[in-house]
C-alpha cells in the first residue's frame, strides 16, 4: 500500500492536519499539491491498492471550486480515501459532501471522513494557533481508528453529513492588493494557485481569476500584500458570533 497525501491548502492550516492524519497512518508519503498550477493532474495514478488522505479547506461551506476540479482530474482507480475538511471554526456545511461526491467521480472508494478545524485563513484571530496539541491528539487517535478499519479488511462507506443539493456558493469578494511596499519581487504570483496575479507585473491582479484564498498575503516576505482593511473588519465582525467557542475536530468511519 502507498499513502497519497492529496492536499489543497493555500496557507498551509489544512496541509497540518493532514500531516498529523498521513503520519500516524504509516508508511512512506507521496505528496500532491493540488494549489500547484503547474501540475497536470491527470497524470496522478493511483491503485486499488493505495491509500490517500485527501483534504481541502471549506469556502463557504462548500470545496473550493478550484480545488474540484483538479481532484476531478486525477485517475484514482479504486484507491480509498480518508477525506478530509479543515474549518476556520465556524461552520463546514456541504464541504465533506461534496468532496465525497467529487472524490467517488475521480474514482475513489471513501473509507473514512473527518473534519478539523484550523486558524480561519482571512480572520486569522479565529482558531488561531489551531490545529493544536488537543487537536493533534485527537487527530492521532482517529488515524489509529482508520487504521484499525483497513488492518479488518472493512471497506464500508461512512454516512457523511451535509446537504445535496449543495448550499449556494458564495465567493468571499476578498481580492488582496499590493501595497506601496510591494518590491515586484513575483513571489506571489509564482505561487498563487489561480494564477491571478500577473508574473511580468505582480502589482496587477486578475479579480475575476481570484479565489480569495490569501495565500498570497501569507507568502509576501514583506508584507505587502492586504485585503482592504474595511472589508476585513466587517467580515470580523460577521464571523465573531458564528466562530466563538471551540468546535472539536469529528470522525465519520
Ligand atoms: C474564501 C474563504 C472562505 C472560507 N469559508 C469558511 C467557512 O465557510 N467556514 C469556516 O469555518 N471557515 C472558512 N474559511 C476558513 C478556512 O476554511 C480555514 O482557515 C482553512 O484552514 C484554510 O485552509 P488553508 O490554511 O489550508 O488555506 C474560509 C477561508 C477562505 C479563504
Ligand atoms: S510577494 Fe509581496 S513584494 Fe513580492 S510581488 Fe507579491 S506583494 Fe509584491
Ligand atoms: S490573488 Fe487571490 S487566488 Fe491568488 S493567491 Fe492571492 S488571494 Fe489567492
Redesign the pocket.
Known sequence: MRLYEICF???????KAADILAKELGGEIFSVDLTDSKTDFSGVSLTAEDTAVLAV?????RVPALAVKRIAAIQANGASAVLVC???????EDTLVELQDTAKKAGFHILAAVAAV?????AREFAAGRPDEQDRIQLTEFAKSIRAKIAADNASEPAIPGNRPYKKSSG?GMVPKPTKDCTACGICAEQCPAQAIDRADPKKVDSSACI???RCVAVCPHSARKVNAVMLAAVHAMLKKACAGRKPCELYL
Open positions: 491548502s493555500p496557507t498551509g492550516g489544512t496541509k479547506p471549506s469556502y463557504g461551506g479543515v474549518y476556520g471554526n465556524r461552520a463546514y484550523a486558524e480561519h485563513s482571512i468571499a480569495s484564498c490569501m
